[in-house]
């Protein structure tokens, strides 16, 4: 079964048993052709309920998901046949859950929806606390319709199930002291498909005082299926007392309303100057235990106040939040309270017993039940919940700050500066001129002017140049060639 079945508030209890049935029935090749009378004989429910649910499965829901697919068939003498339904195929990473067909058949719906949600918990090993029981199974009619049922009522629930066997209450054995609930394939004890005799029935349980009525939902049977009288009968009803009242029904204080609480209210009078006249004070020692940070302060707290300090405790121990984290969370805030002057003062204006109850005794943290005020109670560091959360404040703050900030505008860019004329780099110092080549000593020299031809000479003249070639051969011999050479080169230019 789809786990969306189980806690989604738009599906009815209902719902779950036909569910169940139609896929069981839906195995076979022709798939389920049962009629819904048929089928709310097998259920033990009125045709009209499950009309009612079959309605639900297989209309598209916001998310255009119909769990039930039907298929209708016409004889061809006009005559129509019971329709063919199944079941839609479910998605691969969907979450579901495990369920017997025979738990539709055996326990009302109610019960069922209990059952999944407990054989869901079992196989993921989650702790189930009643808080979330209730969250599972809601109100059907009335003016209370997609609410969580009472505490009382989903206790009675839970013991009428452990009667038939279908699950197990190890009680204060799980974490924390919580219940432990075991889910069974097959009840431990026979139901009305296991044999062929009836089982023995199971004993029944004491009538309930008159004072709190022990009921499942409301005071009469489900207004959809008729209601519980056509007539007044005044015989069975409370006998008017009052003249000029007429035909006026004093309504009963029970039925769908919460029962009353386990302390009394307050009674007071106004002739006697608002005195406390209501019975004596009375708190369990659970409460005193939880009480005993602050017990110097408690005579001068008055009797209405503690009451509704009891109730209190006592509604935060009924959920789950044992009686050591409520004293240590008392006792913290206290010490704190203390330290910022003396708490006779406070006592004697009446605060401490509003503060008990405003401040002292609220859970601060996250939406995670064991944070406590920023770090988990059973580690003892700190909640990663919070700190993501603290950071993601900062965050935010930080953009928000400089979201305020002004802008600052940009001075206007400047010119650029005109470019530079390009530099013409002259070597520095300049060049020593070229001695030329090394001339040959006073005999050498003489032996290159007796051996020098007339090429020689031009030659010299041509590479050297007239100074270097006179200094070799002499003027005798560079003069003529000199002036045949100053008359090429002044041809040449």
């Given amino acids: 079964m789809p786990l969306r079945l189980v806690v989604g508030a738009q599906y009815r209890d209902s719902a779950l048993s036909v569910y169940i049935k139609v896929k069981a029935l839906a195995m076979r090749a022709e798939n389920c052709r049962a009629k819904v009378v048929t089928i709310a004989s097998y259920l033990g429910l009125s045709v009209s309920e499950v009309e009612r ?62 059952y999944a949600a407990i054989t869901y918990a079992q196989i993921r090993r989650m702790p189930l606390s009643l808080a979330e029981l209730r969250a599972v199974v809601r109100h059907q009619y009335g003016d ?23 699950i197990t209450i190890h009680r204060r054995q799980g974490p924390r002291g919580r219940h432990a609930y075991e889910a069974h394939q097959r009840p431990l004890h026979p139901v009305l498909d296991d044999a062929a005799d009836e089982p023995t029935p199971a004993p029944k349980p004491t009538a309930p005082a008159a004072a709190t009525p022990d009921i499942h939902d409301g005071s009469a ?28 029904r004093r309504r009963r204080d029970a039925g769908s309303y919460r029962a009353a609480p386990v302390e009394n209210r307050e009674k007071r009078s106004n002739s006697s100057g608002g005195t406390y006249r209501g019975p004596g004070l009375q708190l369990s020692p659970r409460v005193w235990q939880v009480l005993e940070p602050v017990r110097p302060e408690l005579p001068s707290i008055s009797p209405y106040m503690l009451r509704r300090i009891g109730q209190e405790i006592g509604r935060q121990l009924s959920a789950g939040v044992g009686m050591e984290r409520l004293t240590a969370r008392l006792l913290t805030r206290y010490s704190r309270l203390t330290a910022h002057g003396p708490a006779a003062e406070r006592a004697r204006r009446g605060d401490v ?141």
């Fill in 353 to 493: 017993g509003r503060w008990i109850l405003g401040a002292g005794l609220p859970r601060h943290g996250c939406r995670l039940d064991s944070c406590e005020s920023g770090t988990t109670w059973s580690t003892g560091e700190r909640c990663d919940l919070c700190a993501n959360i603290a950071a993601e404040a900062e965050r935010l703050a930080a953009e928000e700050a400089r979201a305020q900030q002004p802008a600052v505008t940009a001075p206007p860019p400047e010119p650029p500066a005109p470019p530079r004329p390009p530099t013409t780099w002259l070597p520095w110092p300049p060049p020593p001129p070229d001695p030329g080549p090394d001339l040959p000593d006073g005999d050498d020299r003489e032996q290159l002017r007796a051996a020098a031809t007339p090429e020689a000479v031009r030659q010299a003249l041509a590479v050297h140049g007239a100074p270097t070639a006179i200094r070799l051969y002499g003027h005798a011999l560079v003069l003529p060639h000199l002036t045949e050479h100053h008359d090429e080169g002044t041809t040449a230019s």
């Fill in 221 to 248: 049977p489900r207004t959809a299926e008729g209601s519980p009288a056509t007539e007044e009968d005044r015989t069975t009803d409370r006998p008017v007392t009052s003249e000029g009242c007429g035909g006026i």
């Fill in 53 to 114: 649910a079959l309605t639900q499965l297989t209309t598209a829901g916001s998310d255009g998901i119909a769990e039930v697919l039907t298929r209708r068939h016409t004889s061809r003498d006009g005559e129509g046949e019971s329709a063919e339904r199944w079941v839609r195929d479910m998605d691969a990473d969907e979450l579901f859950v495990w369920l017997p067909a025979r738990a539709a058949t055996s326990m009302p719906p109610r019960q069922l929806r209990l």
């Fill in 144 to 166: 209370s319709a997609g609410e969580p049922l009472g505490e009382r009522q989903v206790m009675r629930l839970l013991d009428d199930l452990e009667t038939t066997g279908w």
